[in-house]
Protein backbone atom coordinates (compact mmCIF):
# COMPACT_ATOMS: atom_id res chain seq x y z
CA UNK A 1 0.00 0.00 0.00
CA UNK A 2 3.14 2.27 0.81
CA UNK A 3 4.92 1.39 -2.43
CA UNK A 4 1.63 2.18 -4.54
CA UNK A 5 1.11 5.86 -2.78
CA UNK A 6 4.82 6.80 -2.53
CA UNK A 7 4.43 5.93 -6.28
CA UNK A 8 1.34 8.08 -7.16
CA UNK A 9 2.71 11.05 -5.55
CA UNK A 10 5.88 10.53 -7.45
CA UNK A 11 4.17 11.01 -10.53
CA UNK A 12 2.08 13.61 -9.47
CA UNK A 13 4.82 15.83 -8.53
CA UNK A 14 6.90 14.79 -12.08
CA UNK A 15 3.96 15.93 -13.50
CA UNK A 16 3.50 19.01 -12.15
CA UNK A 17 7.49 19.81 -12.41
CA UNK A 18 8.34 22.73 -14.54
CA UNK A 19 11.01 22.98 -17.44
CA UNK A 20 14.32 23.87 -16.27
CA UNK A 21 13.97 26.16 -19.94
CA UNK A 22 10.79 27.73 -20.24
CA UNK A 23 9.51 28.90 -23.42
CA UNK A 24 12.34 27.56 -25.58
CA UNK A 25 15.43 29.73 -23.79
CA UNK A 26 17.53 26.36 -23.82
CA UNK A 27 18.22 27.22 -27.34
CA UNK A 28 16.91 30.57 -28.65
CA UNK A 29 15.59 33.97 -26.82
CA UNK A 30 11.72 34.40 -26.73
CA UNK A 31 10.48 38.05 -27.00
CA UNK A 32 7.89 40.36 -27.36
CA UNK A 33 6.88 43.62 -27.17
CA UNK A 34 4.92 44.74 -23.39
CA UNK A 35 4.24 48.77 -24.86
CA UNK A 36 1.57 49.38 -27.02
CA UNK A 37 3.14 52.05 -28.97
CA UNK A 38 2.64 54.24 -31.31
CA UNK A 39 6.92 53.14 -31.83
CA UNK A 40 6.98 49.06 -32.62
CA UNK A 41 8.90 46.51 -32.18
CA UNK A 42 9.39 44.10 -34.86
CA UNK A 43 12.11 41.80 -34.05
CA UNK A 44 15.05 41.12 -31.32
CA UNK A 45 18.14 39.46 -31.49
CA UNK A 46 21.11 39.27 -29.33
CA UNK A 47 24.28 39.70 -30.89
CA UNK A 48 27.76 40.51 -29.89
CA UNK A 49 30.12 44.31 -30.10
CA UNK A 50 31.02 42.73 -33.63
CA UNK A 51 26.93 41.97 -34.72
CA UNK A 52 27.47 38.65 -34.79
CA UNK A 53 24.32 36.37 -33.26
CA UNK A 54 25.19 35.39 -29.49
CA UNK A 55 23.34 32.33 -27.77
CA UNK A 56 23.34 32.17 -25.29
CA UNK A 57 23.83 35.69 -23.87
CA UNK A 58 27.09 36.48 -21.94
CA UNK A 59 26.06 39.10 -19.06
CA UNK A 60 29.49 39.78 -18.13
CA UNK A 61 30.61 41.41 -21.71
CA UNK A 62 28.55 44.31 -23.23
CA UNK A 63 26.40 42.90 -25.73
CA UNK A 64 24.14 44.36 -27.84
CA UNK A 65 20.28 43.98 -28.60
CA UNK A 66 19.70 44.40 -31.85
CA UNK A 67 16.27 45.63 -32.54
CA UNK A 68 14.48 46.70 -35.71
CA UNK A 69 12.01 49.23 -35.14
CA UNK A 70 9.08 50.51 -36.43
CA UNK A 71 9.16 54.78 -35.06
CA UNK A 72 6.42 56.91 -36.85
CA UNK A 73 5.75 59.73 -34.53
CA UNK A 74 8.95 61.03 -32.51
CA UNK A 75 12.80 61.78 -32.87
CA UNK A 76 13.80 60.68 -29.03
CA UNK A 77 17.09 61.92 -27.17
CA UNK A 78 18.00 63.28 -24.28
CA UNK A 79 18.23 64.41 -21.90
CA UNK A 80 14.50 62.96 -22.19
CA UNK A 81 15.21 59.38 -23.20
CA UNK A 82 15.19 57.28 -20.04
CA UNK A 83 16.06 53.74 -19.67
CA UNK A 84 14.76 50.86 -16.97
CA UNK A 85 16.24 47.49 -17.23
CA UNK A 86 14.61 44.65 -15.06
CA UNK A 87 15.84 41.15 -14.18
CA UNK A 88 13.76 38.60 -13.36
CA UNK A 89 15.06 34.61 -12.94
CA UNK A 90 13.00 31.30 -13.61
CA UNK A 91 11.98 29.33 -10.56
CA UNK A 92 11.60 25.97 -11.71
CA UNK A 93 9.98 25.14 -8.47
CA UNK A 94 7.18 27.58 -8.76
CA UNK A 95 6.64 27.63 -12.19
CA UNK A 96 7.40 31.60 -12.08
CA UNK A 97 9.75 34.32 -12.89
CA UNK A 98 11.25 36.01 -9.66
CA UNK A 99 12.34 39.55 -9.95
CA UNK A 100 16.10 39.91 -8.88
CA UNK A 101 16.97 43.00 -6.82
CA UNK A 102 18.97 46.05 -9.15
CA UNK A 103 19.25 48.07 -6.47
CA UNK A 104 18.07 51.05 -8.66
CA UNK A 105 21.62 51.20 -10.81
CA UNK A 106 19.44 50.14 -13.71
CA UNK A 107 16.04 52.66 -13.23
CA UNK A 108 15.54 56.02 -14.68
CA UNK A 109 19.08 56.92 -16.17
CA UNK A 110 19.88 58.83 -19.29
CA UNK A 111 19.51 56.37 -22.21
CA UNK A 112 21.75 58.07 -24.47
CA UNK A 113 24.65 57.77 -22.21
CA UNK A 114 24.12 53.89 -21.77
CA UNK A 115 24.28 51.78 -24.74
CA UNK A 116 21.33 53.68 -26.65
CA UNK A 117 22.40 54.89 -29.91
CA UNK A 118 20.54 58.73 -29.82
CA UNK A 119 18.90 60.21 -31.29
CA UNK A 120 16.47 57.32 -32.82
CA UNK A 121 15.01 58.76 -35.40
CA UNK A 122 11.54 58.28 -37.34
CA UNK A 123 11.41 55.42 -39.60
CA UNK A 124 10.38 52.21 -40.41
CA UNK A 125 12.40 49.02 -39.97
CA UNK A 126 15.49 50.71 -38.70
CA UNK A 127 18.04 48.53 -36.89
CA UNK A 128 18.94 49.89 -33.24
CA UNK A 129 21.56 48.34 -31.41
CA UNK A 130 20.92 48.50 -27.74
CA UNK A 131 23.35 48.16 -25.55
CA UNK A 132 23.10 45.29 -22.55
CA UNK A 133 25.99 45.98 -20.38
CA UNK A 134 26.06 45.00 -16.87
CA UNK A 135 29.99 44.91 -16.30
CA UNK A 136 29.83 48.02 -14.25
CA UNK A 137 26.96 46.81 -11.95
CA UNK A 138 28.77 43.72 -10.59
CA UNK A 139 26.60 43.88 -7.32
CA UNK A 140 23.80 42.48 -9.93
CA UNK A 141 25.76 39.77 -11.87
CA UNK A 142 26.97 38.51 -8.45
CA UNK A 143 23.35 37.81 -8.02
CA UNK A 144 22.49 35.81 -11.28
CA UNK A 145 23.67 32.19 -11.25
CA UNK A 146 25.60 30.87 -14.24
CA UNK A 147 23.77 28.99 -17.44
CA UNK A 148 20.39 29.86 -16.31
CA UNK A 149 17.01 31.42 -18.09
CA UNK A 150 16.51 34.84 -17.37
CA UNK A 151 14.15 37.51 -18.43
CA UNK A 152 15.00 41.03 -19.35
CA UNK A 153 12.54 43.75 -19.73
CA UNK A 154 13.97 46.48 -21.40
CA UNK A 155 12.10 49.98 -21.57
CA UNK A 156 12.89 53.16 -22.85
CA UNK A 157 10.48 56.07 -21.81
CA UNK A 158 10.79 59.82 -23.34
CA UNK A 159 9.61 62.53 -21.00
CA UNK A 160 9.13 64.64 -23.46
CA UNK A 161 6.36 63.16 -25.44
CA UNK A 162 5.55 60.52 -22.80
CA UNK A 163 5.28 57.65 -25.02
CA UNK A 164 7.69 54.12 -24.26
CA UNK A 165 9.43 51.58 -25.79
CA UNK A 166 9.28 48.24 -23.85
CA UNK A 167 10.42 44.75 -25.22
CA UNK A 168 10.86 41.73 -23.12
CA UNK A 169 13.04 38.58 -23.65
CA UNK A 170 13.74 35.62 -21.98
CA UNK A 171 17.01 33.96 -22.96
CA UNK A 172 19.38 31.91 -21.64
CA UNK A 173 22.35 33.77 -20.09
CA UNK A 174 26.03 32.99 -18.83
CA UNK A 175 27.14 34.81 -16.02
CA UNK A 176 30.82 33.71 -16.02
Not at 17 to 32: H, L, R, V, Y
Not at 42 to 65: A, F, H, M, R, W
Amino acid sequence: MHRILFALLLCVSLSLACDQWPNTTETKTTWWQCSSGPAQVVNVQPTDKSGKYEYPIKLTEPCLIQTTLNNPNTVYSSPGLKQTIKVASWNQFSCSWSNVPTFGLLTDIDACTNGVPCPIKTGNNQIVNLELDFSDTPAIINLLHNDKPYQLTYILHDDVSKEEICMSFQARCLTK
